[in-house]
């Protein structure tokens, strides 16, 4: 479309300024922001086309924005999917999987040690409209018959568990899952395809919030769903529908992030594996959780599932319990008390008060979550900055 050849007045030409095509023969080397709610169509036609998806092409901002489909592109590609679909945050992400998937009467069971966030739409949302849960501890033997019903529909489950890094054994469990006929769904957020790649082990959707690794400086919120096309067009409509895609800024930051993910991944997790050591042989540290660790109780699952290394989530716990663990947060300097993780900065978090706050105690201490854990996400630095910023932290602790 082109502007009328005669004279415009200043005010039209103010209200059209910009919005021509920009001439270049050159096309930009960083991935533009696509910051337009819609997009202009030369004829019906076309319009019909894009709406049919037979003519490639966008048209209003909450269906997607290019910027929602190239980290969609990329993430699908990288999970080995064959689609994806983003959303606003990682709870935008699951709750439109559960919505678009489930229906009154379906019934879930999901492992008990889930994300606090998932947790509390499983228990605080989705019971109104008519969806039963049931919390698993997946290692426990005959588990998952004991909780099946005639309607389970869901597993849901996360590579590695918060905070304690218990591996999730994904090949014995999708088994099991699919010869009840239940569908498959992994939180690979700790983790990233850069370490594991859930469908490939027999998961049917894999969710990220693109708010940890893949932005990776605390900078980006936003969630990503991964899996079979057919089940990811559901999900994409509920995306759509309840209008939860978000803005294209977080995913046009999420996608930059991705660049360098596989070498953060493999940074991270050499230095989580040397922290783990060294904490092990801290006499102030009761426990190293660390599935890199031979003394790990599932250290030959791990070899099997991350052959890449660990990443860079690890949890321990100070003998000293609760008054410790506030000491020792209080004294770090370099590390930084947060409550998030996958920083290029390595960050601390106390999961007692902070993800597991509304757990009551004796089932904290059924998940192994002591008053004197302490969760680290290891980021990229120096190893020796981490390590001296821990010893001084934990100086003055004793044994
Ligand atoms: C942060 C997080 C989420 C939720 O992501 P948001 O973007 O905050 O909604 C889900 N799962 C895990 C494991 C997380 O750490």
């Known amino acids: 479309m082109e502007l009328p050849d005669r004279p415009l007045a200043p005010a039209t030409r103010l209200a059209h300024a910009g919005r021509a095509a920009t001439p270049s023969a050159t096309q930009p080397v960083a991935p533009p922001l696509y910051q337009s709610v819609v997009y202009r169509f030369d004829s019906l036609e076309q319009l019909d086309g894009v709406y049919a998806g037979t003519t490639p092409g966008y048209f209003y901002y909450r269906y997607g924005t290019p910027n929602h489909h190239q980290l969609e592109q990329l993430v699908a590609d990288l999970e080995g999917a064959e689609a994806a679909v983003a959303a606003a945050s990682g709870m935008a992400a699951f ?16 492992d008990r040690s889930l994300y606090g966030g998932t947790y509390t739409v499983l228990t605080a949302e989705l019971p109104r409209f008519g969806v039963e849960v049931s919390f698993v501890d997946p290692d426990e033997p005959g588990a998952l018959a004991r909780a099946a019903r005639p309607r389970t529909r869901l597993l849901l489950l996360e590579t590695l568990t918060n905070p304690t890094l218990r591996v999730t054994d994904l090949p014995r469990l999708a088994t099991e899952a699919h010869a009840r006929g239940w569908l498959v769904c992994v939180d690979n957020t700790f983790t990233t395809p850069c370490l594991i790649r859930p469908l490939a082990h027999g998961a049917d959707l894999v969710w990220h919030a693109a708010s940890k690794y893949f932005g990776g400086q605390s900078q980006v919120l936003g969630g990503v769903v991964a899996g079979s096309r057919a089940l990811i067009e559901r999900v994409r409509s509920c995306v759509i529908h309840l209008g939860i895609a978000g803005g294209a800024f977080d995913p046009w930051l999420a996608t930059q992030g991705l660049a360098t993910l596989a070498l953060r991944m493999e940074r991270c997790s050499q230095n ?3 922290v783990a050591a060294w904490l092990e042989q801290q006499p102030a540290v009761a426990r190293v959780h660390y ?43 370099l590390i930084a008390f947060v409550p998030s993780l996958g920083d290029v900065t390595t960050t601390a978090a106390y999961p007692p008060a902070m993800s597991h706050r509304n757990v009551p105690p004796d089932a904290l201490a059924a998940m192994g979550i002591g008053p004197g854990l302490v969760r680290l996400s290891i980021g990229i630095e120096a190893v020796e900055d981490i390590l001296a910023d821990l010893e001084q932290a934990l100086a003055g602790e004793g044994a």
């Open 272 to 274: 989580a594996q040397r």
């Open 291 to 333: 599935p890199g660790l031979a003394s790990h109780p599932q250290r030959a699952l791990a070899e099997r599932l991350y052959p890449d290394g660990c990443g860079g989530m690890l949890s321990f716990e100070l003998r000293g319990g609760q008054a410790a663990a506030i000491a020792f947060l209080r004294r770090l300097r």
């Open 95 to 110: 709750s439109a999987t559960a919505l678009g998937l489930l229906a009154s009467g379906d019934h879930v069971i999901a």
